[in-house]
């Protein structure tokens, strides 16, 4: 199987090359000679970037498939450039076990629009009570590299030193959804004048740095690796400045509505607004994007978080915290990220395929677009703008804060070792 990528720009940089593929693997870059079976995508000078590795998706199956698949979300994220993304353990039954992940894991296979990697629970139940099966996980058909109670804080510091302990003998991470329950109960929104003014019961940015802080000084103390999911306040940067400049096996994400929304959306009392942790403020956004850029945060991640329309159009403190991410993600960093001048397209390739595929193990994906390597691909038009339209998007859900939105950047191809799996905004 051969697929010639025509015209393309690795990583915006220089005039454009041909990069020839044969067999999932890149041949040749430059002029090369092209095979008579050879599939051809123009690229006209667009820019082509490793495929993005996505560390953080919902894909609700099983338990929730009237809101999202392990089939529908891989059309979403193969549509939005993932070649890899990685599942979380928060389904109905929860991936605590070795039987949860490895039937996640064969439907991944058995759709094959991206590697779908399982993310395994840490403790069971996701009740913090008692470590899940860490170590039948990790053996298991899905090789589980990343776990994490994502949607819940493992809030104990025994039971999260524990599972830090049992990691490095295992060479996974443990990835924390940072959030001292205490500090947040009946919380809806980030504390502060808004909030107060709307009426919303505030959520501390303390609630998450003081987890954060707690969890680095743990994984230093155990030497195991430390990944802190969906970073939301300039304080939790400073942590993780402080936590990294002494040698801490830490890594972290950032959501693309953290880089681009703030409270000034909750006037509406629109619960598509409604996210865990909450969106923060014009200062916070500003500081996470700085944090990105210059490597404190190592990636950018989705939290992709498909909901049924009854759990988003309600009253406010009763909807599910949660957002549509994998279609728009690359937009979202191209506008805040890119446009900013805060990092240019090889910088992208770092925080959204790079970073994300060594944090999570991944030795396939993430690789230099240079011969020899997998063809794990993502073609990107850099001037071409499109309207985001929930009902329009892979996922069965619709709940994209984005909704009418012009946003920069189109993917219009993307290849699974060599295999054209979305083109020109549809799934291969």
């Known amino acids: 199987m051969s697929t010639l990528i025509k015209g393309a720009r690795p990583y915006g940089e220089g005039d454009p090359v041909d990069v020839l593929i044969e067999d999932g693997v890149i041949t040749a870059i430059g002029v090369v000679d092209v095979p008579e079976d050879a599939e051809i995508v123009e690229a006209g000078g667009q820019v082509l970037l490793p495929g993005f590795v996505d560390l953080h998706t919902h894909l609700r199956e099983p338990g929730r498939e009237d809101t999202e698949t392990i089939e529908t979300g891989s059309a979403a994220a193969a549509l939005g450039g993932y070649t890899a993304v990685f599942a979380m353990a928060n389904t109905d039954p929860v991936a605590d076990n070795a039987v949860i992940v490895d039937h996640v894991w064969r439907r991944g296979q058995e759709v094959g629009l991206v590697d779908v990697h399982p993310v395994g629970a840490v403790t069971v139940g996701l009740k913090g009570e008692k470590l899940a099966e860490l170590g039948t996980m990790a053996n298991s058909q899905a090789r589980v590299k990343v776990f994490s109670d994502d949607g819940l804080c493992v809030a104990d510091p025994l039971l999260m030193r524990r599972a ?41 940015a303390a609630a998450e740095e003081s987890i954060v802080a707690r969890d680095c000084l743990l994984a230093r103390h155990a ?12 304080g939790t940067a400073d942590v993780l400045r402080w936590a990294k400049d002494r040698g801490t096996k830490v890594s972290a994400e950032v959501t693309p509505h ?35 850029a210059d490597g404190t945060i190592d990636c950018v991640a989705t939290d992709h978080a498909p909901h049924a329309v009854q759990d988003k159009d309600t009253e406010w403190s009763a909807a599910r915290p949660g ?61 071409a ?44």
């Open 223 to 234: 030497n195991a690796r430390l990944h802190v999911c969906h970073v939301s306040t300039s």
């Open 323 to 383: 957002m549509l991410g994998l279609q728009t993600a690359l937009s979202i960093v191209a506008e805040t990220m890119v446009r900013t001048g805060l990092l240019d397209w090889r910088g992208v390739a770092r925080v959204m395929s790079e970073r994300p595929a060594e944090i999570g193990n991944l030795a396939g994906q993430g690789r230099p677009i240079e011969v020899g390597e997998p063809a794990n691909l993502t073609l990107v038009d850099p001037d």
């Open 385 to 428: 703008e499109w309207t985001v339209r929930g009902a329009e998007l892979a996922s069965i859900a619709a709940n994209t804060p984005y909704e009418g939105m012009r946003l920069p950047g189109v993917v219009t191809a993307t290849l699974l070792r060599g295999r054209l799996t979305a083109r020109d905004g549809k799934v291969c």
């Open 258 to 292: 953290h880089l681009l929304l703030t409270d000034e959306r909750l006037a509406t009392y629109d619960p598509v607004n409604k996210v865990n942790p909450p969106l923060r403020t014009q200062s916070d956004t500003a500081r996470l994007r700085a944090a990105l």
């Open 164 to 204: 830090l302990e049992y990691s490095t003998a295992l060479d996974v991470v443990i990835a924390q959804h940072a959030e001292e329950p205490r500090l947040t109960v009946g919380a809806q929104a980030h504390e502060g004048e808004r909030a107060a003014r709307l009426g919303y019961t505030g959520w501390p």
